[in-house]
């Protein structure tokens, strides 16, 4: 069953600990984003990669990273210097040639700090 | 700066009027701009693009460059058209741009 796979679905966290959400896809795409879901915000893009080993900011970075050290992975660590981590978090991914416009999302993980 | 405007955040409609989620975009250069959709307890997903000029369960939506818009437009609303609707461009860094969204409800 291809798609893409985010874990977990539902994630709590202390303030000052780091955590990392999972996505994985098994669509054989190139490109794969991270999206931030707030309430009135729509989505913000956090950082994208286009091509293993190699990963771009978006625009709201600041206090999150990532690795894309396999095609089919791109996991996304909130780090604790991300004054404001409670949000939704998105994965998608796309063949390379984004101007196609198809993402593929996933069902998004939840993280709520407390 | 790429962006992209939805100013109606809720948009409330009766079943079989038309409707329209008005989107506006700022770009330097040709746009290419799209309409996702996330449906209730579905993923987002793509709608249409306007590269394609195409017309998807109903919907089109056309773009104006001198206004500097892409709404979507369908002129006889169903109630399984509630949804979240977005509207994204691509930037100049290949990568997807998405406004606020607008949460259509249409009413039996």
């Known amino acids: 069953d291809g798609g893409i796979t985010q874990s977990p679905k539902y994630l709590f966290r202390k303030e000052g600990q780091n955590v990392t959400l999972s996505c994985e896809q098994n669509l054989n795409h190139d490109a794969m984003y991270w999206y931030r879901q707030d309430p009135g915000q729509g989505l913000r893009l956090i950082y994208y990669s286009q091509i293993v080993n190699d990963f771009q900011k978006g625009d709201i970075a600041e206090g999150y990273s990532v690795s894309r050290e396999k095609k089919e992975s791109f996991p996304l660590t909130v780090t604790s210097a991300q004054k404001n981590p409670t949000a939704f978090y998105l994965c998608a991914s796309s063949v390379i040639r984004v101007n196609t416009g198809e993402l593929f999302f996933g069902e998004g993980s939840r993280l709520t700090v407390l | 700066a790429q962006r992209v405007t939805q100013p109606e955040k809720l948009l409330s409609v009766f079943k079989g009027a038309p409707v329209e989620l008005k989107c506006n975009y700022s770009y330097s250069g040709s746009p290419e701009l799209f309409w996702y959709v996330q449906y209730s307890r579905q993923r987002l997903q793509l709608l249409l693009r306007h590269i394609s000029r195409e017309s998807i369960k109903g919907f089109t939506a056309d773009l104006n460059k001198g206004e500097t818009s892409f709404h979507l437009k369908k002129p006889f609303a169903q109630e399984e058209d509630s949804a979240m609707y977005y509207c994204?461009?691509?930037?100049?860094?290949?990568?997807?741009?998405f406004g606020a969204g607008t949460r259509l409800t249409v009413k039996p």
């Open positions: 994204a461009l691509i930037s100049n860094n290949n990568d997807m741009r």
